[in-house]
């Protein structure tokens, strides 16, 4: 009798907790004896960057990112009609849906998408509505599905980026590509690209109205309009002067990201014209 249960494993309940979480640990301070982070970087290096595109064969686009241990993939299908009894608009909707993996965390994740994961989803959404250009698809829809593998810091500029990729994969009209990082003050310093081990040791802290911290979230396209930017998400206590400092820094990382996205595209067209030109001489 076939059952839904492996027996050559043993498995724990759904719920279980992994030991790990409740062991205690020594604090590790934010800076290392060196004044460099924990990982080695300064306060303006990246994290290293990977991307792809075409790993989805049933998508019409998609994407696949990694941001340090922080990894992320992303399916676009559309345009499509939409479905009956939703609001008549002639211009094109957006449906973006954003997915944390159950093991993408130290404590496991639920299959049902907790609040996180619907305002990430409204984030998103929000972001690639200014980025697609919608006029061209009326009495349509555009489904993006993100998957995050795994959370290690900057899940949704790591989302927003792949998003981007994949839509421009997917030959969907947008005005320029989506660009999306992070941006954390601690201690009086800026920090790019922050880990979570990072971001949790910063929301760790407690601020008075003497010191400042937290962190800043963009999405931009940064060819269009001189670097419009689509999405911005700041939280923490932080000075007007400072968070103006903290989006230049961060508008500066994105063209970094941007040049890197551009030659990803470009490569993957070039070897799709090799393909093409050998599969036509043969």
């Not at 159950?102 to 404590?107: D, G, I």
């Amino acid at each position: 009798m076939a059952t839904g249960r492996d027996s050559r494993r043993i498995q724990g309940p759904e719920k279980s907790i992994s030991y790990t979480v409740f062991q205690q640990k020594e604090k590790k301070p934010f800076l290392g004896a060196d004044g460099m982070r924990i990982d080695g970087r300064s306060a303006i290096d990246p994290r290293k960057l990977f991307m792809n595109v075409g790993i989805i064969s049933q998508a019409k686009g998609s994407s696949y990112l990694e941001m340090g241990n922080t990894k992320v993939c992303c399916g676009v299908y559309g345009p499509k009609d939409i479905q009956r009894g939703n609001d008549f608009k002639l211009t094109g909707q957006v449906m973006c849906e954003v997915k944390m993996a159950p093991f993408s965390c130290v404590v496991r994740k639920s299959p049902q998408p907790d609040k996180k994961q619907r305002e990430m989803s409204r984030q998103m959404k929000e972001a690639l509505e200014s980025v697609i250009v919608l006029e061209k698809f009326p009495k349509s829809q555009i489904d993006v599905y993100l998957t995050v593998i795994e959370d290690d810091g900057g899940a949704l500029a790591a989302c927003i980026t792949a998003a981007g990729l994949a839509l421009c994969h997917a030959n969907i009209d947008v005005y320029d590509f989506l660009i999306g990082t992070t941006v954390l003050w601690y201690g009086g310093v800026m920090y790019v690209d922050p880990s979570l081990y990072e971001e949790e040791y910063e929301c760790s802290e407690n601020y008075t109205l003497e010191t400042e911290g937290g962190h800043l979230t963009i999405g931009m396209m940064p060819n269009y309009a001189n670097g419009q930017v689509s999405l911005m998400l700041q939280e923490g206590q932080v000075s007007a002067d400072n968070l103006c400092e903290g989006l230049d820094l961060a508008v500066e990382m994105c063209q970094r990201i941007y040049t890197l996205s551009k030659k990803t595209l470009e490569d993957y067209i070039d070897q799709a014209l090799s393909d093409e030109a050998a599969i036509t001489v043969e």
